[in-house]
């Protein structure tokens, strides 16, 4: 079964449509990577499954129910959303900030520090706990973001949950794009259905079982990296000249500007 | 690996944010106990100056029967309003600082003071200032507290729309209704004769010299359910911290929550100007120093606020008393006068505790 559905969404927050006749399924512990150009509406799509902004058409739903029937605070501790910007302007810890991640649950001191724990280790973040957030740099505000939408949904992989990534890799260095690289494919083999935005398309290439393309609102392509990801894509879409090759390890496609 | 802690010149900062949580608890402790020793210290102070332990003994009615009516009639009362009025004052900015994500916000962005000082102002100015209001309340507190409330309610329509409430419009809405009042307050104040051009601007100085038990008591109520109600918001208010969108995504009705914050605010902030008028300063610049010292965590940051604007106002009355004696100085100067060297001196250490901008 699968965990998000999106049937013929369209959605037009501000008259304007940015999204029209989106149709998806990702089912638990798959990795799904939204691409396209500029404006495309890859971070509406995201906000829509978030809850920031209404679907116009069509029905979304997530584990089997209407995204707009489940209660919020039930719902926020399945469903995690890592912004592309962060506008935290107060000196919280980094931990402080991990721990807001908690705020869903009422699982206890205990347990929320464990969680936040795992999740700062695994982004790298342990070493920055008793930093003040308003001094980092912004890869490691990234990572820190990161870890809190994890502590969100940690401890409930396992029941089926979803987690949005609005461009997690921009600021990142190579070491740290590959640490959330593992960090996706850990989760997704603990249940979790991940949906990322990313402009790589190599990286999105190794990360996920889906791609979708949009275009203009729409959808422009949807498939396994192997079918989506072709030189006429690239010509048609942005006007790119590409080899698509296959990635010495694994196999998975892989996109060379020519 | 990358940078740590230890490897970064900021190293230094660790211990202390570290010890955040301890630190937290022994200010929210020494607040708590320096807030009765201040009110001891603000129930001898006056044109007749107690001992704090002939203070205590007046209090309990085991002094002469002069000292016994000066603490038990006239200063207790005014020292609880201080107290209760600057706890309201402070923890109220602390709200709206956390909800407007603004360390510069205090209570009055969202117009409550200048409404309620054109509420006081017009009727001042229409002489309605001799004739008897409801017991507890002159009509100048009324009309006040009416203005404010109406200011709000105007800044609140303003910023809302059907698809919601937007707090930058408000902020800016706030701005427009502040600066509307205080012209039309101008105009007043520039068509009043002498007498009620004194009086208006006596009124805006704020004072606590007219504290009476009743008085006390419609702050007491509305101050004491702020105060319960506020803290409540702690959570909600440091998942804002990281942003609207953000605090929704963990679960947090926005909009009600918002919405319950600034009514708590709203009805707190007129309330506290209607009785003693607009004190500056203290909404601002209370948790501002609070946060420099321990940190924006809004679950000790709300209760340590109001125990220090309750200690900051009562102290800064028994020196309204004291400086000029007999005669008595508007508490608004002296908070101004003695808080701002105060904060300026943390604000230029402010790099120390982690504070950008």
Redesign the interface.
């Known amino acids: 079964m699968s965990l998000l559905q999106l049937d013929k969404i369209a959605a037009a927050p501000w008259g304007e449509p940015v999204l029209a006749d989106i149709s998806l399924s990702l089912p638990a512990g798959r990795v799904l990577a939204v691409l396209g150009g500029n404006g495309a509406g890859k971070s509406s799509l995201l ?1 829509l499954v ?3 902004i209404a679907a116009s058409r069509g029905r979304a739903s997530f584990a089997g129910q209407a995204l707009g029937d489940w209660p ?6 399945r ?3 890592l ?1 592309q910007f ?8 980094v931990e ?2 991990v721990l ?2 908690r ?2 649950h009422s699982s206890g001191r205990q347990q929320d520090r464990l969680i936040a724990q795992q999740a700062m280790q695994a982004t ?1 973040t342990l ?2 706990r ?3 957030y ?2 980092l740099s912004g890869g ?1 505000r990234q990572r820190v973001q990161l870890a809190r939408v994890m502590a ?1 949904i940690l401890d409930r992989c396992d029941q089926g949950c979803l987690l949005l990534l609005d461009e997690p890799t921009t600021a990142l ?1 190579l ?2 794009q590959q640490q959330l690289q593992a960090t996706v494919a850990d989760l997704a083999g603990r249940g979790c259905a991940v949906l990322l935005v990313v402009h790589d398309v190599n990286l999105a290439a190794a990360m996920a079982d889906q791609l979708l393309v949009l275009d203009r609102g729409r959808c422009a392509a949807q498939g396994s990296p192997g079918e989506v990801l072709t030189p006429a894509l690239f010509r048609d879409l942005f006007h790119a000249d590409v080899l698509i090759g296959e990635h010495p390890d694994g196999g998975r496609p892989l996109v060379i500007s020519r | ?6 490897s ?1 010149p ?1 190293g230094a ?3 202390r ?2 010890r ?1 949580p301890q630190l937290a608890r022994r200010l929210l402790l020494a607040l708590a106990l320096i807030l009765p020793l201040s009110m001891l210290l603000a129930l001898g102070s006056g044109a007749v100056t107690l001992a704090p332990g002939e203070a205590w003994a007046a209090l309990l009615g085991q002094a002469d029967a002069q000292a016994n009516l000066i603490v038990q009639q006239l200063r207790l009362p005014r020292v609880l309003l201080a107290a209760i009025t600057g706890a309201t004052l402070a923890v109220s900015g602390a709200a709206m600082q956390g909800l407007f ?1 603004n ?1 510069l916000a205090d209570p009055s962005l969202i117009g409550v003071t200048a409404g309620a000082s054109l509420g006081a102002s017009l009727l001042i100015v229409l002489g309605g200032g001799l004739l008897p209001g409801l017991p507890g309340l002159t009509l100048i507190s009324l009309a006040a507290f009416a203005g404010g409330a109406l200011a709000v309610l105007v800044v609140y329509r303003l910023a809302s729309s059907e698809t919601g409430t937007s707090v930058a419009t408000m902020l800016l809405a706030g701005i427009a209704i502040t600066s509307l009042a205080g012209a039309a307050g101008s105009l007043l104040e520039f068509l009043a004769d002498n007498e009620h051009l004194r009086r208006i601007s006596l009124w805006k100085m704020g004072g606590l010299d007219g504290a009476t038990f009743s008085r006390l008591g419609v702050a007491a109520v509305v101050g004491g359910a702020l105060l319960i109600a506020l803290p409540r918001y702690a ?1 909600v208010l ?2 804002l ?3 609207e ?2 605090a ?6 926005v909009e009600r929550r918002q919405r319950g914050i600034i009514l708590w605010v709203a009805v707190g902030v007129g309330t506290s100007v209607a009785m003693v008028g607009t004190i500056a300063f203290v909404g601002l610049v209370v948790p501002h120093l609070v ?1 420099l010292l321990i ?3 809004h679950r000790v940051l709300l209760p340590a606020s109001a125990l220090a604007g309750a200690i900051l106002l009562v102290l800064a009355d028994s020196l309204a008393r004291v400086v000029l004696a007999p005669t008595e100085l508007p508490v608004g100067i002296i908070t101004a006068m003695v808080g701002v060297p105060f904060f300026i001196s943390l604000l230029r250490q402010r790099r120390h ?4 901008p």
């Open positions: 906000r978030a809850g920031d919020r605070r039930q719902l926020a501790t469903l995690a959303c912004p962060s506008s935290l302007s107060f000196p919280f810890s402080e900030v807001l991640g705020t869903p790298d070493g920055l008793h930093r003040l308003t001094q490691e969100q260095d070491n740290h | 690996m990358p940078s740590t802690a230890a970064r900021g900062l660790t211990t944010v570290d955040r994500r360390p959570t440091n998942t911290l990281l942003g969108s953000e929704r995504h963990l679960g947090i009705d946060r940190g924006p965590d505790f982690g504070m950008t």
